[in-house]
C-alpha cells in the first residue's frame, strides 16, 4: 500500500482535498448545521465550499460508512436520524460486553510497551478542554476511537474489533451531545482504564471501563427522546 512518500503529488493533492471536505461535512453534521433526517443538496455544497463535485461525494461516501449520511436511490443524500433513547441504551450494552471482555483481557496481556502507548495516547488531549463545536472537540473524539480501538488490539480478538468498528459508536454518540466539561470527565475515566492496566488488575479495568461507558450515558441520556 502507499503511503505519502511513494504516493504521487497529483493524486496526493486529491487525497488531501477529499480529507478537508470530509471533515467540513462531519462538521457540518456533528454542529447540526446539516440537521438530522434532512436532503443533502451537493450542489448546494459546491457553492458553499468552493470545490467540485467530486471530493464532496467521496466524502459524502465516507459518511456513508460512518453511519452519519444515507444515500437513497434516486432521492440521493440525506443525513440519517439520531439514535433514539432505546438504540443509545441498545449501544451502550453492546459496549459493555465488548469492551467489558476486551479490557479485562488486555489487562493479562498488556506489555509495558502497550502501558506507555496507551499513556501517549492519553497525553494527545490538552488538558483542560473548552469549547462546544464540533472543531473544539475533534482532537477528543478523535483519541476516543484510538484509545478504546488500541484496548481491543491488545485484548487480542479480531472478530471482536471488527464488529466493533462496524458500529461506529464513538461517532454515533458524540453526534448526540458534546460539552466541554463532557470531554474533561471522560479523559479521567481513561485514565481510570490506563491505571487499572498498568497494575494488571482485570477486574479493576473492567470497573473502570463499564463505569466509563455509564457515565458517558448518563452525560447524555437526559438529552434524548425518551
Known amino acids: 500500500m502507499n503511503d505519502r512518500s511513494t504516493t504521487p503529488v497529483g493524486q496526493l493533492s486529491r487525497q488531501?482535498?477529499?480529507?478537508?471536505?470530509?471533515?467540513?461535512?462531519?462538521?457540518l453534521i456533528m454542529d447540526q448545521q446539516i440537521r438530522p433526517g434532512s436532503k443533502i443538496s451537493i450542489d448546494a455544497l459546491v457553492r458553499e465550499l468552493g470545490v467540485s463535485s467530486t471530493p464532496i461525494r467521496e466524502a459524502l461516501a465516507r459518511l456513508e460508512a460512518d453511519?452519519?449520511?444515507?444515500?437513497?436511490?434516486?432521492?440521493?443524500?440525506?443525513?440519517?436520524?439520531?439514535?433514539?433513547?432505546?438504540?443509545?441504551?441498545?449501544?451502550c450494552q453492546f459496549r459493555e460486553v465488548v469492551e467489558g471482555w476486551a479490557v479485562s483481557t488486555?489487562?493479562?496481556?498488556?506489555?509495558?510497551?502497550?502501558i506507555e502507548a496507551l499513556q501517549a495516547e492519553l497525553d494527545t488531549v490538552p488538558r483542560p478542554l473548552d469549547g462546544d463545536d464540533y472543531e473544539s472537540f475533534r482532537r477528543l473524539q478523535e483519541h476516543d476511537v484510538r484509545f478504546h480501538m488500541r484496548l481491543l488490539?491488545?485484548?487480542?480478538?479480531?472478530?471482536?474489533?471488527?464488529?466493533?468498528?462496524?458500529?461506529?459508536?464513538?461517532?454515533?454518540?458524540?453526534?448526540?451531545?458534546?460539552?466541554?466539561?463532557?470531554?474533561?470527565?471522560?479523559?479521567?475515566?481513561?485514565?481510570?482504564?490506563?491505571?487499572?492496566?498498568?497494575?494488571?488488575?482485570?477486574?479493576?479495568?473492567?470497573?473502570?471501563?463499564?463505569s466509563h461507558i455509564r457515565a458517558t450515558a448518563n452525560r447524555i441520556r437526559p438529552w434524548l427522546d425518551t
Open 16 to 27: 488531501m482535498l477529499v480529507d478537508s471536505v470530509y471533515d467540513r461535512l462531519m462538521a
Open 67 to 91: 453511519g452519519l449520511v444515507l444515500k437513497e436511490s434516486m432521492r440521493g443524500y440525506f443525513a440519517t436520524e439520531q439514535l433514539s433513547a432505546a438504540e443509545f441504551d441498545d449501544l
Open 106 to 114: 488486555a489487562a493479562l496481556r498488556a506489555t509495558k510497551a502497550d
Open 153 to 210: 488490539q491488545i485484548a487480542g480478538n479480531q472478530a471482536l474489533t471488527t464488529a466493533f468498528q462496524r458500529t461506529h459508536p464513538h461517532v454515533r454518540t458524540f453526534r448526540l451531545r458534546y460539552e466541554a466539561k463532557q470531554g474533561n470527565s471522560a479523559i479521567r475515566e481513561h485514565e481510570a482504564i490506563v491505571a487499572a492496566l498498568r497494575q494488571g488488575d482485570p477486574k479493576g479495568a473492567q470497573d473502570a471501563l463499564i
